[in-house]
Structure formats: structure tokens, C-alpha cells
């Protein structure tokens, strides 16, 4: 066996983390089944039905929801594992002695991408005998069976790869997870827009538009169950493959890329590293500003900005400094601004020339904002002490004068203003799309545009205290980021899914869901009168607010606990 593959399994089975992913994964999914079976008993107690009938049905349904669910999951979860294997090890100083060693750099990078996959297949082996049920209640085939659980082994493979390659070619673990989750990301929402994509232009480019809809995982999921859905095969890629499933395509598409990236994680841990470099805009009182390779270069926004709080400061600028980075991180960044930037440009032109699509534009833009403020304050928090406690900075800053509500109040005050921060370019853009509310203009009035901020800002809040509180338990970064996803998944997708389907009850889960929150401040315009509607949706959407400040009050206070019970645990030791 490769020593790199049994070191790791050791590792990670000496504590108790891999048993409560294993029981945070399955027992979501048990649940959820529980649910649908007891729906389908009651529809059928209700109704009068056929009980055969009717659980065939719920079975079905159950089942392709959990399918798709399964794998944006691992699209998530997968990389998390991977993710800070090799980078983890080159900023804890471990790689060079693994690097002396006989093994060469590609069975260091087999044995860490084998080992996470192990512990990805043992935590699907465990979800089987609850996926199981389903075929109890009827309505799925093996063969659907086994293909959606190929689709997701596939998947979280070729997520687990671009977690290694990242690393790989990284300095530091936090930032081969932010490449990482910023790759995953970019290709879910590009793969998404150009699927199905009606691309009035040359045959080439309709046939890379298609091939890059057919890299998408979710949509090859439905396919599965249903050709007829939006799992078909692209239109644009149809008389090329023929009949051929999408699942299938997407799964060769897949493989494809995971023999690419591992020649490339291969080359980077061959490759040496050179002395970090930083850039900085360094003032001297000869020359002026100048440039210097040994500090760090700060935005311009950042210089004015002063705090009384030193743990803020130093948070806030570093969210704003700059890194010497790899050619080939340098290329992605640069060609996904430039990509972002022309879809801005094309939004500001269409807002002012087009006054019938500011409607259609803010929200769209309130939605994505949306998702990725809730993604990063959450993976910004998560970092807040882990990362601390990796780099052997917490104790320093505990025995400081400081205390522990000064270095929570600093931790979380730095991802919120980060995130306002960054939005500024947007607001040019927003303004645009607001109306008065009293004429018969297209957009956003200004009731919607303060509960959409009031929704963006307590998401904010609430999944930054939610990412600290893993943060204060969790010693590792990656760790902590990976029980953060998880515990998003669970309350924005599986939970609502079994609790009715995102029905409009009056339950905790579906009360701080921000994106339902969001869709009710959509539908408080009335299209026929244009008149604003002050009723039961206006009262959840303030509703779902207070109850994400209450959350990310309750998470704080429990991570600041968690805080001062291992100060006063040192103190007496």
C-alpha cells in the first residue's frame, strides 16, 4: 500500500471528526426519507389514494431529489478534503522531508487524492442503506440507481482533483481553498448559463458552449430520471452525440479533466518554490512611493480607514492585500475580471437603455449577490481562528491585552465590512434599477431595495458568526470550512426539501431562509397595479431578518463561550 494512503487513514480516524461527517451526512438523509414516507402515508390516509401508487411516487420523487442534492454536495464537500493536503503541508513546513523521501511526487499526489476518495466512498457506502428505502416505496429502477451513483463518485472525484491541483500549485492552505472554491464555483455557474445556451454564432462556438452545459453535474443528474427535463442532452451538442445520455457524456467529459489535472498537480509538486513575495506601494523619504517585493500592497480604499480595534485592522487589510501568485492564477483571475467586468458594463448599458430590463437585472444581481455573500462571510469566518491556530498566532493573541468580545468583535466585523467594501462597484449598477414607487417605472422600489440590504446584510451577519463558531472548534481551516458548508447545505437545501418542499409554513428553517425571504420582497410589487402590497409577505421577509440577527447572535455567544472556556481551562493549568 502507498505510505502516503495508510498515513492518512491513521490520521484521519484518531479523533472523532470523521465519525460526526459520517453521521452529519447520513443522518440528514434518513430524515429526509422519514419524511417523504410519512407524507405519502398521510396523503394517502387523507385522500384515499393508492398506497402502492402513491409511495411509488414519493420514492421517485425523493429519490431524484436526494440524487441532485448528493451532488452539489460533493461538489462542495469533496474539495474541502483535498484542498490543504499538500499546501497544508508546504506552510507547515512537512513537504520538503516528504519531498526527500522515495516517493515520487506523482504517488504523493495518487496517495492524498486516494485517501480523501476512500473516506468520500466509505461516507457513500454509509448513505446506501437509507437510499435503499426508496426502493421500498417503489419507483426506482437500479438502474437509475446505479447510474446517479456513478454520476456522484465521478464528481466528487473530479472535485477532489481540483482541490489537490490547486493545492498543489499553492503556497498556503487558505488560499489553495479560496482558488479552489472560486474554481468549483466558476464552472457550476458558467456550465449552468451555457446549458442550453441559444447561441446565434458559428458552429464552433455553438459547440463549445454545449460541451461546457455538458460538464454540468446537476443537470446530467436529471437526466437520469427524465430526458424530457432540463437534463437533456444541449441542443447544440445533440447531432454530434446522437442519443447519448447526458449523464453519460457528462461522466466522460469528467474523466477527461481528472486526466488533465493530475499531470498538473504532478508538475507543481516537482516544481520548486521560491521565497514568498509580497507587493507593496512602500513609501520612502528619498524617492517617494515606490514598489518593493517584500511587504504587502494594500488597495488605496484601505489607507484612510482607521480602527480602534487592532485585531479589525489587521483583519480588514489583510482581506485587501495583494500576493505574488502562480502565471496560472494570474491568467484566471485575469480572464474571469475581465469576464465579470464586460458582464457589468453590458448590465450599466442595458439599465440606461433599456428601462423595461432594470427589473430583471437588479434582481438577478440581488440573487447572485445573495449566494455569494453568503458563501464568503461564512468562509471568511470560518478562517477567523482556525487559520489563527495554524499559523501559531492564537496564543499570542490571547495573552494579549485584548479580550476575547474585542478579538470575536474584530473577527466578525472584518468579513461584514469586506463584503460591503467589495459591493461598492455594484452600487452605480443598483441605483439605476430603483424607482420611486409612485410612477410606472420598471426595477426595484426603495421598500424592496431596504429589505433586500436588510436580508443581504443579517445573511451576512448571521453565516459569519455561524462560520466563527466552527472556527472556535475546529483547529484546521479546512475543517472548520467543511463543517460550515455542511451545516449550509443542510438548512438551505435538505432541510426545506424535507419540510415540505419550500411550502410557505411557519417553521424556524423556513423562516431564516434568506432566499425565500428574498423571493417574498420580490413578490411585494403587485405587476398588475404596480402598487406595493403591505401584507403577509412584507411581515416574513421582516420576519426572516430578525431571526438571522437572533442566529448569528446565538452562534457568536456560543463561540465566545467555547473561547473562554479554553482561556479559563489554560489559566488553571
Known amino acids: 500500500m502507498n505510505p502516503i494512503i495508510e498515513r492518512e487513514l491513521r490520521a484521519r480516524w484518531r479523533g472523532l471528526k470523521a465519525f460526526g461527517l459520517l453521521l452529519a451526512y447520513a443522518a440528514p438523509l434518513a430524515f429526509a ?9 398521510q396523503w394517502r390516509g387523507d385522500l384515499g389514494v393508492d398506497f402502492a401508487r402513491d409511495t411509488a411516487r414519493a420514492g421517485h420523487k425523493v429519490f431524484r431529489e436526494l440524487a441532485w442534492m448528493q451532488i452539489l454536495a460533493w461538489m462542495l464537500f469533496a474539495p474541502t478534503l483535498t484542498a490543504t493536503t499538500i499546501a497544508g503541508e508546504r506552510e507547515r513546513g512537512l513537504l520538503e522531508s516528504l519531498q526527500l523521501s522515495p516517493l515520487g511526487a506523482g504517488q504523493i499526489v495518487r496517495g492524498k487524492l486516494l485517501s480523501a476518495l476512500l473516506f468520500v466512498g466509505l461516507m457513500v457506502i454509509a448513505s446506501l442503506p437509507v437510499l435503499a428505502i426508496c426502493f421500498l416505496l417503489g419507483g426506482v429502477s437500479p438502474a437509475e440507481f446505479c447510474q446517479s451513483l456513478a454520476l456522484s463518485l465521478v464528481t466528487a472525484t473530479t472535485c477532489a482533483t481540483i482541490g489537490i491541483a490547486c493545492s498543489a500549485w499553492s503556497r498556503r492552505g487558505g488560499t489553495a481553498l479560496r482558488v479552489t472554491f472560486v474554481c468549483i464555483l466558476t464552472w457550476g455557474i458558467l456550465s449552468a448559463i451555457a446549458y442550453n445556451w441559444g447561441f446565434n454564432s458559428s458552429t464552433i462556438q455553438r459547440i463549445l458552449l454545449g ?3 455538458a460538464t454540468n453535474p446537476v443537470s446530467a443528474s436529471f437526466s437520469i430520471f427524465d430526458a424530457r427535463l432540463t437534463g437533456a442532452m444541449p441542443a447544440s451538442l445533440a447531432p454530434y452525440f446522437f442519443n447519448t445520455p447526458l449523464w453519460l457524456v457528462n461522466i466522460a467529459l469528467q474523466l477527461v479533466a481528472i486526466a488533465l489535472m493530475l499531470p498538473l498537480a504532478t508538475r507543481a509538486l516537482r516544481r520548486p518554490f521560491g521565497d514568498e513575495r509580497w507587493i507593496e506601494m512602500k513609501s520612502t523619504p528619498e ?5 518593493s517585493k517584500t511587504n504587502v500592497w494594500e488597495l488605496p480604499l484601505m489607507l484612510p480607514l482607521r480602527f480602534e480595534n487592532p485585531v479589525l485592522l489587521r483583519e480588514l487589510r489583510g482581506k485587501f492585500r495583494m500576493r505574488v501568485v502562480p502565471p496560472w492564477i494570474l491568467i484566471f483571475e485575469g480572464v474571469l475580471g475581465l469576464a465579470v467586468a464586460g458582464f457589468y458594463l453590458w448590465a450599466l448599458r442595458t439599465a440606461w437603455t433599456q428601462p423595461d430590463s432594470r427589473g430583471t437585472i437588479w434582481w438577478v444581481l440581488a440573487f447572485i449577490g445573495l449566494l455569494i455573500v453568503m458563501i464568503a462571510s461564512a468562509m471568511m469566518g470560518a478562517s477567523g481562528v482556525s487559520r489563527e491556530r495554524e499559523a501559531g498566532t492564537w496564543q499570542g493573541l490571547v ?9 470575536l468583535r474584530g473577527k466578525i466585523g472584518a468579513p461584514l465590512l469586506a463584503c460591503a467594501l467589495f459591493s461598492l462597484p455594484l452600487w452605480p449598477l443598483l441605483s439605476i434599477c430603483i424607482h420611486d414607487g409612485r410612477k410606472f417605472e420598471t426595477g426595484a422600489s426603495p421598500l424592496q431595495v431596504l429589505l433586500t440590504f436588510g436580508i443581504l446584510a443579517a445573511t451576512a451577519w448571521c453565516y459569519t458568526a455561524l462560520g466563527l463558531f466552527f472556527s472556535s472548534l475546529c483547529a484546521r481551516s479546512a475543517v472548520a470550512s467543511g463543517w460550515t458548508l455542511a451545516a449550509m447545505l443542510i438548512f438551505n437545501l435538505l432541510l426545506p426539501m424535507t419540510l415540505g418542499g419550500y411550502r410557505t409554513d411557519d417553521t ?13 420582497v420580490l413578490s411585494l410589487h403587485d405587476n398588475a397595479s404596480r402598487t406595493i402590497w403591505m401584507g403577509e409577505n412584507l411581515v416574513r421577509a421582516l420576519g426572516c431578518i430578525v431571526v438571522l440577527v437572533v442566529l448569528g447572535c446565538v452562534f457568536l455567544g456560543l463561540a465566545a463561550e467555547r473561547l473562554q472556556g479554553r482561556a479559563r481551562d489554560r489559566d488553571d493549568t
Open 211 to 213: 460541451i461546457l452545459g
Open 399 to 407: 495573552l494579549s491585552l485584548l479580550t476575547e468580545r474585542e478579538i
Open 33 to 41: 426519507v422519514a419524511v417523504a414516507y410519512h407524507g405519502a402515508a
Open 287 to 291: 524617492k517617494g512611493r515606490t514598489f
Open 508 to 520: 424556524l428553517v423556513l423562516s431564516a431562509h434568506p432566499f425565500l425571504a428574498l423571493v417574498r
